[in-house]
């Protein structure tokens, strides 16, 4: 072989070890790209202000009416009073002359109802709205029928909406004296855009000189963070916090009269938020919620079971057979107590993360329930750094 050919073999072996080389240093670079961004814990993380805080004054309200239902086949509610005098009236306004005494007995197609919406901010008259309607009777269900026009009124007595429609319940009750299946709640349902608002609660945010926002969780350092955020948009010192759920903002010149899109550049502010370590425990349901800044100082931790079960038999004793009369049967409880105590290792307990801490609490095979009367233990040895809240 020609030393030339030879050469060019070395560089074609040399070309392709360097490509390899190329591929495998890429390959590296992007594996360490998204370790880092994947991979490795976020101290935190960045929330819009609009998820985590609202306008002061910017809020829906709560509507409410009471209703009937007709068209019920057969399913509606008994005589009472409450189905009864409200439909007479309703007829009686219609120029039908009729009593409750005259409908007694005769009412199984229509079932007496709340209705209830929630009415949003600043919408106008003639804008539609959801209904929820709930059974207030005996009625079996509300499927098939019909909401009969029902004023909806606020906190203050006024009319805002007027709904009527047909009641959808996702799902159905069917069935005869031997069985019945029933799918879902049949005495609750939904009328999507059965009510009109009629009435609008007037709010001028464009003639605003200051706006409070509402933190939906107090926190001081949270609320630093969004007046620091706020101040960095608007290019000036607009915001301060007056605590740790109001933060107060004042409308700058360049946003006179132009409150709603100043409202609209603060909603899009992303800030971090900031969490108090907390341990929530509900005893009830034996549930358990554990934050993310929650530490548990070095203890030891030591958790048994005892069981204690008691057991009554009856023995009866038969009278001898020459025994004078009269003989009697003598029935005699005979009580059995048994204590049985599970093995209790000891074992060290300690979290620099909360993974650390699920660990080391999953190792001593606890329940709910159990880890629930644990942490009250730590937490009274002072070693929980974390406020606990027992529901």
């Known amino acids: 072989m020609r030393n030339s050919e030879k050469e060019e073999i070395v560089k074609k072996k040399s070309k392709i070890a360097f490509k390899k080389k190329s591929i495998k240093v890429v390959f590296i670079y992007f594996f360490l790209l998204f370790a880092s961004y994947f991979l490795l814990p976020a101290s935190a993380h960045a929330e819009r202000i609009k998820d985590i805080a609202n306008f002061y004054g910017v809020r829906e309200n709560k509507l409410i009416g009471y209703g009937i239902v007709v068209g019920l086949g057969g399913t509606g509610d008994r005589d009472g009073a409450h189905t009864l005098q409200p439909f007479a009236n309703m007829l009686t306004r219609m120029g039908v002359s009729v009593s409750p005494a005259d409908l007694r007995g005769k009412t199984r197609n229509i079932a007496s109802v709340i209705v209830t919406a929630r009415f949003p901010a600043m919408v106008r008259p003639g804008s539609r709205i959801d209904v929820q309607v709930s059974s207030i009777g005996d009625a079996k269900t509300l499927q098939g029928g019909t909401l009969l026009m029902t004023p909806l009124m606020g906190p203050d007595g006024n009319v805002y909406a007027v709904a009527q429609g047909p009641v959808s319940i996702g799902g159905f009750l069917a069935g005869g004296r031997g069985a019945e299946i029933i799918r879902n709640h049949p005495n609750v349902g939904t009328i999507p855009n059965g009510a009109i608002v009629e009435r609008e609660v007037p709010v001028d945010l464009n003639r ?82 554990i934050g993310d800044n929650v530490r548990i100082n070095p203890v ?92």
């Open 208 to 289: 605003k000189d200051r706006l409070d926002l509402l933190l939906a969780s107090p926190d001081i350092t949270t609320a630093k963070r969004v007046a620091d955020g706020i101040n960095k948009r608007l290019n000036g010192m607009f915001a301060r916090p007056e605590g740790p759920s109001v933060v107060s903002i004042v409308v700058p010149d360049a946003f006179k009269n132009r409150v709603v899109e100043l409202m609209s550049n603060i909603e899009l502010v992303e800030v971090e938020v900031d969490t108090s370590a907390r341990v929530v425990v509900n005893e009830r349901t034996g549930t358990v919620v």
């Open 300 to 391: 030891a931790v030591a958790h048994g079971a005892l069981t204690i079960t008691i057991k009554t038999q009856f023995e009866v004793f038969q009278p001898l057979p020459l025994a004078p009369p009269p003989g009697e049967v003598v029935i005699i409880p005979r009580i059995e107590v048994l204590a049985e105590e599970q093995e209790a290792p000891l074992m060290e307990v300690s979290g620099a993360t909360i993974g650390e801490l699920i660990r080391a609490l999953n190792a001593l095979g606890v329940t709910p329930k159990d880890l629930v009367a644990i942490l009250q233990a730590i937490k009274a040895t002072g070693a929980l750094r974390a406020e606990l809240v027992i529901m």
